[in-house]
């Protein structure tokens, strides 16, 4: 059985001329939040899309639940919770009236799940307020309720801070990050709000005009991206023995033949580099770096920022 929630392989969409997700192959893993990163128009709607059975794939497979979704998608979606674009609702009844229309419609028998729904994004039960008359905040709380209303195990939600003011993002972060936690939900989020998935994500996939460039884990990633001091020397090998045995050094990752990465940057490197020159190793350069995720985004798409 698949540790991984949902797996797609090589998952692909065409829109005429224009392929929109080029052979994605993601894998998100039981109880953690996957954070999709990508600019807007990137891919990542469709992706999101095509799992939960809204657009057709081109070709490529989904399992979810460690089965293909094809042939299983009554047992399939029941489990799962979305939120895909704008959360539609009626305008004319109140937050709660509009929740027990979508308990009745899934059949969700569960006592107080809309009372409970609601309680987990922190909106009022019982309350007079009409939905024509929320906020945006209160909008995408609502469905968010509206997606674990039926207790799902997956939740995937396409960008549910969007428009939301920095107070309003810090909440339904909050109850997201929670709903993993403390409940064991599996999330698969996406965004093009870079430092909301930092905050948040346990692992990332970064998507650039419909390709999956990089999966990683965010403790991995921020390691890559972290403080760290470049050090440039002659002979890898025997650097790695002398700063091992004379420095007691363990946290470190060796780049190509010439180039380490130390993360302790406490180090002084005025003796590091002393004690390697004394070795008959030549230290080429050091320095301490600084890359910030922000870097790291660039890097690997080639281009621009993200916003």
């Not at 008359?133 to 549910?160: T, V």
């Not at 994500?201 to 998507?207: K, T, V």
């Not at 990633?221 to 470049?230: A, G, V």
């Not at 790695?240 to 060796?254: A, W």
């Amino acid at each position: 059985m698949s540790d991984f929630l949902i797996e797609t392989k090589k998952l692909t969409k065409v829109y005429g001329e224009q392929t929109v997700v080029n052979s994605v192959n993601l894998h998100v893993s039981k109880g953690r939040i996957y954070g999709l990163l990508g600019r807007n128009g990137a891919g990542k709607t469709t992706i999101m899309k095509m799992i939960l059975g809204l657009t057709a794939i081109t070709s490529g497979e989904i399992d979810v639940f460690g089965k293909n979704v094809k042939g299983y998608e009554k047992q399939t979606y029941p489990r799962i919770g979305a939120i895909i674009e704008t959360p539609g609702f009626y305008p004319n009844l109140t937050g709660t009236e509009n929740l027990e229309i979508f308990a009745k419609l899934r059949g969700t028998t569960t006592p107080n799940a809309v009372k409970n729904a609601l309680e987990v994004v922190g909106l009022p039960y019982k309350d007079k307020k009409l939905f024509s008359k929320y906020s945006l905040g209160m909008k995408q709380r609502l469905g968010i309720a509206n997606a674990i209303l039926h207790d799902p195990e997956l939740l995937i939600l396409d960008e549910p801070t969007n428009g939301l003011d920095p107070i309003g993002i810090a909440e339904v972060r909050d109850f997201i990050k929670d709903m993993s936690e403390k409940q064991g939900k599996t999330i698969l989020i996406s965004s093009h709000i870079l430092s909301e998935i930092q905050l948040l994500a346990d692992d990332i996939g970064i998507i650039d005009h419909g390709v999956l460039l990089e999966e990683s884990s965010m403790e991995e990633l921020q390691k890559k991206n972290s403080r760290y001091i470049l050090l440039q020397v002659s002979d890898v090998p025997k650097s790695v023995l002398i700063l091992e045995r004379q420095f007691g050094i363990k946290d470190y990752s060796v780049q190509d033949e010439h180039t380490l990465r130390l993360y302790d940057t406490s180090l002084d490197m005025a003796e590091v580099n002393k004690a390697l020159v004394m070795q008959e190793v030549s230290v080429i350069s050091s320095g301490l770096c600084n890359d910030t995720l922000e870097d790291y985004f660039k890097k690997i798409t080639g281009g621009e920022g993200i916003a």
